[in-house]
């Protein structure tokens, strides 16, 4: 695998965190080298040769999150209809979900970020977090199979699925824009703010305004996905839900 850990106080910090880490997600990892696979970002191996990061254990997490979100909403509603499980799963299987429960288990100091990254607030980024997550999930899914990951995924997310059904999250620029109508204001302005990354994984950042109220920032791989993430984030912090 070749992911590399130089000594240093960082490191030791981070070793610290990836202990907390397995003890908030209710798993120890059998293979410390998955683990700290699934905790590299890309930004790492920029410059650097053969440097694996988690962007391949991303793939698979995203598909084990969502089969795991499936089974658990068939359980758990059984009287809904297909599109109110399809709406709730979208929202379970979105990067600021699995941002919240990256925040939620104190993912951000455990993952390993190149110095810019760091520097430029990496560890808290939405997107790096909700990445990050999944590859954790992963992870966990290879090292102890279906039922430890879903172990995992149960606690993590029950507040989200107790909260899927909630339309500002699962449709936030819908909701946005009601909300501005029904206020007498304008509908809300979405503005690109700044585009980096290479062009086969852009980050893009998405400013949105409405009247006077003070402008929500937020990132995200798309500018749809951006945009959903600043209007969430603007509903949550005016708590407009």
């Known amino acids: 695998m070749n992911v590399r850990v130089s000594p240093s106080k960082e490191s030791n910090l981070r070793l610290k965190a ?3 880490l397995q003890d908030k997600l209710g798993y120890r990892f059998h293979d410390p080298e998955l683990l700290e696979l699934a905790l590299t970002h890309a930004s790492v191996a ?3 040769r053969k440097m694996a990061d988690n962007e391949r254990l991303e793939f698979l997490g995203d598909r084990v999150l969502g089969l795991m979100t499936a089974e658990t909403l068939m359980e758990a509603l059984p009287e809904a209809t297909e599109g109110e499980l399809s709406r709730r799963f979208h929202t379970l299987v979105s990067r600021e979900t699995c941002a919240d429960v990256a925040r939620q288990i104190d993912l951000g100091p455990a993952i390993r970020l190149a110095a810019g990254e760091t520097k430029s607030g990496g560890r808290s980024n ?3 977090l909700g990445d990050a997550c999944e590859a954790l999930m992963a992870a ?3 090292d102890g199979g279906y039922e430890a990951v879903l172990r995992c995924f149960k606690p ?3 507040k989200a699925v107790k909260e899927s059904g909630n339309v500002s999250r699962s449709n936030p620029k819908s909701y946005l824009q ?4 029904a206020h007498g204001m304008g509908a809300p302005v979405y503005t690109l703010v700044s585009r980096k990354g290479p062009d086969h994984a852009p980050v893009f950042t998405i400013e949105v305004r409405i009247d006077d109220l003070p402008p929500q920032s937020a990132s995200g791989k798309s500018r749809q996905e951006a945009e959903k993430a600043a ?6 912090r005016e708590k407009l839900n």
């Open 140 to 142: 966990v899914y290879i």
């Open 18 to 20: 990836i202990d907390a």
């Open 126 to 128: 939405p997107t790096i």
């Open 231 to 236: 209007a969430l984030g603007l509903i949550e």
């Open 178 to 181: 009601e909300w501005a109508v």
């Open 156 to 158: 993590l997310w029950v």
């Open 46 to 48: 920029e410059g650097a």
